[in-house]
């Protein structure tokens, strides 16, 4: 048997896929399970291992062997494979190892202070090491787009969604900016209207997740590849043949934890979904931030506060938490549907959460390409609140846009893959509603494989075989557009 | 600042360790979290970075910086520490890498039939894989011994308990055996006259688990550096930062988890007490299997079933599990030290438990010097069980030669720790007693500090800068004595 060029990429790949699963564990160990003590040595041991990974991923022989297997005769698969190697070969050889370290340590240092001063609503004090965060994204936009030939925002952009460019973000964004705050404004007029019954709690933390467990039953999670556990931020992390996914409880309101394992049981599926005769290869992994937001987002929106959904969670409900006024189904919808314009990205709802990322992506855009700078970010800040939300932020720093952890910690051209996912997510929706249309009526029937045979199809099984754009496509039958997104909202918000 | 060859080893050192971090804590995991479907891909990411880490104890560049390093001016530490760099360096380059991956195939496929043969009492099913791993034993034990200058057995031997040899091995089992089935049955007679209330189920797991780490605390166990877990098979893992502790529980039964936990504690303690400025080096580690098993023994039955330490036992065992007859201090203190000879070390008590080991050392030893062969074990088994526990295991297999899961998996020469374990952990207490003559005084009063002390500064923060005998000798002020542990035996089991 002829050893390829290309065999031994994947050879060198299958390797890094074996000690990313150790980091991965470690990294959902640390937030899930370690005791305070364990953190510095946990840290060296990830960084060692880190570094290690850094030294394969950037082996001088790598150069040559890309080189030798473009001219090898690939199949189709063996070709999007390559090409997934080279992304990451670039990726990981862009940067110089002095730009990466002194970025490490300065998103370190902001962040540590941040945690502090959004306490003290500190924005002087925040600034001087935001300033140098941003100042070295930028430097390292300047090393992405020289290697790929991008734009310097689309550089990092691509990171989290590779294919997608800004005039696309532009366009759909543009399209959304239009419509959303008078719909927001239609949504609380009609919601005024209705009033809504709380649930009256305490719900025991022991029921609350047996109750999600059953919830993640109902969503076809597989209990024998994968977990739920609690971490004080949640997640899905482990690997995609042992997806480690993590909630938290509050004893007074069971809704957040319970939709938010919706949410994450959407990330566990498209992991546990992905094609295991890949896995090892880059081929095999997740397509991009965005796609992963659009499953979490087609389990927690799409189906998870569909109508006739929630009158198959009820039952898990009362089971768990016996029965109250506040769980009769039409009230349960209320409750998972209201609508509040606030100051809090993380705590916004469907409807106003795009608002939040446009506002980001308005504002990291410039920073990044240099028109603005970070004093300038409080006033552009409290400007577009007020125009897209009508709230006032002024001096509010620790409620505005002192709030997020990304930028502090150098995270940037992440934002608009919170809600690229959420128009793809009713993209998909509207495609399998072409196709089926009997869908709603398959819901209401608690025939829910339909739906996860569609997603495993055209998503899940697909892996990183195409850039988005074309898995879109494919997918779906057309590129992005943001029509569905705004006919979902207006159908499940408005009745219209 | 000079940068010496010393410096150098240290610092792969110090990456090892931080490498084998994330092994422990992935295995820990595995035992501890793990979904059965996420079996393949973590054995595949363990033994990717076991073939690592392999790789860097043996750069063939070790070779020259241990040379070098050997003729730097070392202080007394450095000097230890340089030891047992090398000691592990030899450990690693004394097996052709054949060897290593032969014997882990051929003891991997041995335990993985052992697991239904011992079901089915299938011994002439077993022996054929068992024959091979012995051989492979047997080669490794010449490569060891070609290395270290040893005897074969010595060379498997001081894997486990680092100078300790056969002779000596010999001398204290030989002192054992004679007096052992003797007392065995003057302990069977005197307890036949004590009747003992059985304690009355159910225990719910968790009330059994708050049980469990009360006793965790009242023996000074660290929860900001560890937690305790439920696992299969109990154990200890995870890294002197964050010990990771496991338990079982049975519903109709609590003490078995009760002092499973304390006997895990003891070894918790010892990691837990290992010098921090040390750590990262091999120095720093504890000394050896039978030194551990001295405090995980020292917990558990020094002072887990001391007379006094029940009194202080008994206000928690009523607190989690309410009061009832059996609860009464001394009913409780006569079901911890009940003496049953039975086939199956795992069960055996405190007294049985040497016949286990001495039987063991006993067929192992021989086994690997050539003097026996595979074929011989049941013979010798059943021989040695009749001889000194009085038990007939003839044709059962299954809860005779077949029930440790040791040999099939290549471990030879690490029985005889268990009980040398056992004559430390009566030999710390003889010590202590005599240095601090109203010990079992402070241990009524609660005053457990004063053993927590004596071992912290004896054996836990002297890691592995002695050889066991001498650590044995400065701890104690002697070498090895098995006067003691008969001594102990006496006065705990027959009042003497």
Redesign the interface.
């Given at each position: 048997m002829s050893h390829t060029a290309y065999d031994e990429l994947c050879r060198r790949q299958l390797?890094l896929h074996?000690?990313n699963?150790?980091?991965s564990?470690?990294g959902w160990?640390q937030s899930a399970?370690?005791?305070?003590?364990?953190n510095?040595?946990?840290s060296?041991?990830?960084a060692?291992?880190g570094g290690?990974i850094h030294q394969l991923a950037t082996d001088p022989q790598l150069k040559d062997l890309l080189a030798r297997a473009e001219q090898e005769q690939l199949d189709e698969v063996q070709g999007a494979n390559l090409r997934e190697i080279q992304r990451s070969w670039r990726a990981a050889n862009a940067l110089p190892q002095a730009l990466v370290e002194a970025k490490s340590l300065a998103a370190s240092r902001c962040e540590h202070a941040w945690r502090e001063q959004r306490q003290r609503n500190d924005w002087a004090g925040h600034v001087d090491g935001l300033r140098e965060v941003v100042r070295l994204a930028r430097e390292e936009a300047r090393h992405l787009a020289e290697a790929s030939g991008l734009s310097l925002y689309d550089a990092l952009l691509d990171q989290y969604e590779p294919g997608m460019r800004s005039t696309e973000v532009d366009r759909v964004f543009g399209d959304l900016r239009q419509w959303l705050p008078g719909l927001i404004q239609a949504v609380g007029a009609k919601q005024a209207k209705e009033p809504t019954l709380e649930p009256q709690g305490p719900f025991p933390k022991s029921a609350q997740r047996a109750l999600g467990e059953d919830a993640m039953r109902l969503l076809g999670f597989?209990?024998?590849?994968?977990?739920l556990d609690e971490s004080a931020h949640p997640f899905c992390g482990g690997?995609?043949?042992?997806v480690r996914m993590t909630t938290r409880y509050r004893v007074d309101s069971f809704l957040p934890s319970l939709m938010g394992t919706i949410h994450e049981t959407g990330h566990g599926s498209y992991e546990q979904g992905l094609r295991r005769d890949w896995?090892g290869q880059p081929i095999a992994q997740a397509r991009s931030m965005g796609l992963h937001e659009s499953q979490s987002l087609s389990f927690e929106m799409q189906l998870g506060s569909h109508p006739a959904f929630v009158e198959l969670l009820r039952p898990l409900i009362v089971k768990h938490l016996g029965d109250q006024p506040a769980f009769e189904s039409a009230n349960l919808h209320r409750l998972m549907t209201r609508v509040q314009p606030g100051t809090i990205r993380v705590d916004a709802d469907e409807v106003t959460y795009p608002a939040h990322v446009i506002l980001r992506y308005e504002i990291e855009r410039p920073l990044i390409e240099g028109q603005i700078e970070v004093d300038d970010i409080p006033a552009l800040w409290d400007a577009k609140m007020m125009e897209l939300l009508g709230l006032d932020t002024r001096g509010n720093y620790k409620d505005g846009c002192m709030q997020d952890v990304h930028w502090g910690s150098g995270l940037i051209g992440y934002f608009p893959c919170y809600t690229l996912g959420a128009m793809y997510a009713a993209q998909w929706f509207a495609a399998m509603r072409r196709e089926m249309p009997d869908l709603d009526q398959r819901i209401a029937r608690g025939e829910l494989g339909a739906v996860f045979d569609w997603l495993r199809e055209r998503i899940w099984t697909q892996g990183s075989r195409w850039e988005t754009p074309e898995l879109v496509q494919r997918a779906s039958g057309e590129t992005l557009n943001p029509a569905h997104f705004r006919a979902h909202l207006q159908s499940r918000y408005l009745g219209a």
């Open positions: 390797r074996r000690l699963h150790l980091q564990i470690a160990d399970n370690m005791p305070s003590k364990g510095e040595a946990r060296e041991a990830m060692e291992m290690l597989d209990f024998e590849a994968g977990r690997v995609p043949e042992d896995l």
